[in-house]
């Protein structure tokens, strides 16, 4: 690794993930992992990561106020991706504002201050990932179990250093989550609602609510009915992210990354996982609508996603600090076929 950061302010609301932490469900412990996974694939790329966001690349997830870091070891290359910005303090007291969609370079005695997210999630990414210690193989935060290393003042964490100077910097489009209504496929209890609930969920609007987290995004609008009092409780059993329980007062949940791994609200409808990213970006008062899939729709939409990714991967762009980008330079696929190339 050979590089070395160090947390100087943790901001808000910000917490380390990657994709997740698969196979402890059984023993209640939830996934967790990047609630906006295709933004922190953006930022380990920017970053001349492996395009995936697996465990040995974490970022920094910025949901509120960003943290500022100091680069203790070593020449590191960091990267942002999503709504927000940052301040480049060199140790010489240079400043410089740093843009999203574009990698820097730092030295030692380097600090960037990242500043507030405006959408629903960011992510900051450094070259060879955040490497805090793994527990139950992944290093993603799951805060209500006290799992994972928590972002704190004075916290140092490993990273890789670039080899000399002289390595490229990246630049992309931001990338643009679809639009339109958020899908979703009826089940698993569908049939315990009256079918002018499912006509209401397919047909109406619901806000964002302010009681909304990583475990779940609750929202306001026309009640979901359920066939009778006793059909609002079920034996508890199976959560996935993405499922929409909707308890007694008919208002749905759309449950996400730290959800529980059992619930005992009956699940209306669960969106696909093509969508899940979108609902990361949505912030309190925003309206979101629903649109019923089958499972063949659901998969057609995850592979045009993934494809449309890996486009916009393919227009990552590279030159040397301070000059002037050719965009004629695609730096896209060695860097997601080779992985992490040392500082080409």
């Known amino acids: 690794?050979?590089?070395?950061?160090?947390?100087?302010?943790?901001?808000?609301?910000?917490?380390?993930?990657?994709?997740?932490?698969?196979?402890?469900?059984?023993?209640?412990?939830?996934?967790?992992?990047?609630?906006?996974?295709?933004?922190?694939?953006?930022?380990?790329a920017l970053a001349g990561n492996p395009a995936e966001c697996a465990a040995d690349f974490a970022c920094i997830e910025v949901r509120g106020a960003g943290p500022a870091l100091i680069v203790?070891?070593?020449?590191?290359?960091?990267?942002?991706?999503?709504?927000?910005?940052?301040?480049?303090?060199?140790?010489?007291?240079?400043?410089?504002?740093?843009e999203p969609w574009q990698s820097v370079s730092l030295d030692p005695g380097?600090?960037?201050?990242?500043?507030?997210?405006?959408?629903?999630?960011?992510?900051?990414?450094?070259?060879?990932?955040?490497?805090?210690?793994?527990?139950?193989?992944?290093?993603?935060?799951?805060?209500?179990?006290?799992?994972?290393?928590?972002?704190?003042?004075?916290?140092?964490?490993?990273?890789?250093?670039?080899?000399?100077?002289?390595?490229?910097e990246y630049s992309a489009d931001p990338w643009r989550h679809d639009e339109g209504p958020i899908r979703v496929m009826l089940g698993p209890q569908d049939d315990h609602f009256k079918p002018e609930a499912i006509a209401s969920l397919l047909g109406g609007e619901y806000k964002v609510t302010k009681e909304s987290d990583r475990m779940g995004m609750r929202l306001e609008g026309p009640a979901l009915a359920h066939r009778t009092p006793a059909s609002a409780d079920i034996v508890s059993d199976g959560t996935v992210p993405g499922a929409i329980q909707v308890p007694g007062n008919g208002q749905p949940i759309v449950l996400l990354a730290d959800c529980q791994t059992a619930g005992g609200y009956p699940k209306l409808a669960t969106v696909i996982t093509a969508d899940l990213p979108r609902l990361a970006q949505l912030r309190p008062?925003?309206?979101?609508?629903?649109?019923?899939?089958?499972?063949?729709?659901?998969?057609?939409?995850?592979?045009?996603?993934?494809?449309?990714?890996?486009?916009?991967?393919?227009?990552?762009?590279?030159?040397?600090?301070?000059?002037?980008?050719?965009?004629?330079w695609r730096a896209g696929w060695p860097l997601f076929e080779d992985g992490w190339r040392q500082g080409e």
């Open 285 to 328: 008062g925003q309206a979101i609508r629903f649109q019923e899939v089958d499972a063949r729709g659901a998969r057609q939409a995850l592979q045009a996603l993934e494809t449309r990714w890996k486009w916009w991967a393919y227009g990552l762009v590279h030159g040397l600090p301070g000059a002037e980008v050719n965009k004629d």
């Open 110 to 168: 380097d600090e960037l201050r990242i500043g507030f997210v405006s959408g629903g999630a960011a992510y900051v990414a450094v070259s060879g990932g955040f490497a805090t210690p793994r527990q139950l193989g992944s290093r993603s935060v799951y805060r209500r179990a006290e799992i994972g290393e928590p972002i704190a003042p004075g916290l140092s964490i490993p990273c890789a250093a670039l080899p000399h100077r002289g390595a490229y």
């Open 1 to 44: 690794m050979n590089g070395l950061i160090e947390v100087s302010d943790p901001g808000l609301g910000n917490s380390l993930q990657d994709l997740g932490r698969f196979g402890y469900r059984h023993m209640g412990i939830a996934v967790s992992g990047c609630i906006d996974p295709l933004l922190a694939r953006c930022a380990n």
């Open 72 to 98: 203790r070891q070593g020449r590191v290359r960091a990267a942002l991706a999503g709504e927000l910005s940052a301040t480049l303090a060199r140790a010489g007291g240079d400043e410089s504002e740093v």
